[in-house]
């Protein structure tokens, strides 16, 4: 199952051509990027500045996914140029309502800006981060496997 949808969000205007986006300069658009890896596993992927304008749209995306019958969700931010606080303590309320649901969680964090905010954010050490995403969705199936076997 390979189901993807694109988001751009941006600061500033973008402007849409023909068949191509042509960015100002000076703009850094971000992007969310939602997939399924396969059924009840789905990858929300974003791309360049997660920051207060941004933040707000990848939330209206990350809520309504921790309230489905999803078994796991992987929040890739190896893209993300910069992390705000914002966004951090996103990551963290997300992290302890999946944990509440009973929604394996995990985030790709293969990049500075991101490392640097969380580890301002002191979630380094609680907030499930992996080097990427095969690694990360092996990671949360293996949890959901756990689940599973002591139900059963």
Same mark, same amino acid.
């Given at each position: 199952?390979?189901?993807?949808?694109?988001?751009?969000?941006?600061?500033?205007?973008?402007?849409?051509?023909?068949?191509?986006?042509?960015?100002?300069?000076?703009?850094?658009?971000?992007?969310?990027?939602?997939?399924?890896?396969?059924?009840?596993?789905?990858? =929300?992927?974003?791309?360049?500045?997660?920051? =207060?304008?941004?933040?707000?749209? %990848?939330?209206?995306?990350?809520?309504?996914?921790?309230?489905?019958?999803?078994?796991? %969700?992987?929040?890739?931010?190896?893209?993300?140029?910069?992390?705000?606080? @914002?966004?951090?303590?996103? %990551?963290?309320?997300?992290?302890?309502?999946?944990?509440?649901?009973?929604?394996?969680?995990?985030?790709?964090?293969?990049?500075?800006?991101?490392?640097?905010?969380?580890?301002?954010?002191?979630?380094? @050490?609680?907030?499930?981060?992996?080097?990427?995403?095969?690694?990360?969705?092996?990671?949360?199936?293996?949890?959901?496997?756990?689940?599973?076997?002591?139900?059963?």
């Amino acid at each position: 199952m390979d189901e993807e949808e694109l988001f751009v969000l941006t600061k500033n205007p973008v402007t849409d051509r023909a068949s191509h986006t042509e960015v100002p300069a000076g703009a850094y658009p971000t992007l969310l990027r939602t997939s399924y890896t396969e059924p009840h596993v789905q990858v =929300l992927s974003a791309a360049g500045d997660l920051d =207060l304008a941004t933040t707000p749209q %990848l939330e209206q995306l990350l809520w309504p996914r921790l309230q489905t019958t999803l078994s796991a %969700l992987v929040v890739d931010l190896s893209e993300v140029t910069f992390l705000c606080l @914002a966004g951090v303590e996103l %990551l963290a309320h997300a992290h302890a309502y999946a944990g509440h649901r009973g929604i394996a969680f995990g985030v790709v964090n293969s990049n500075h800006a991101v490392d640097r905010a969380l580890t301002a954010g002191e979630l380094q @050490a609680s907030l499930p981060c992996f080097g990427s995403v095969p690694v990360a969705v092996e990671a949360c199936r293996h949890l959901i496997d756990g689940h599973s076997q002591q139900k059963g």
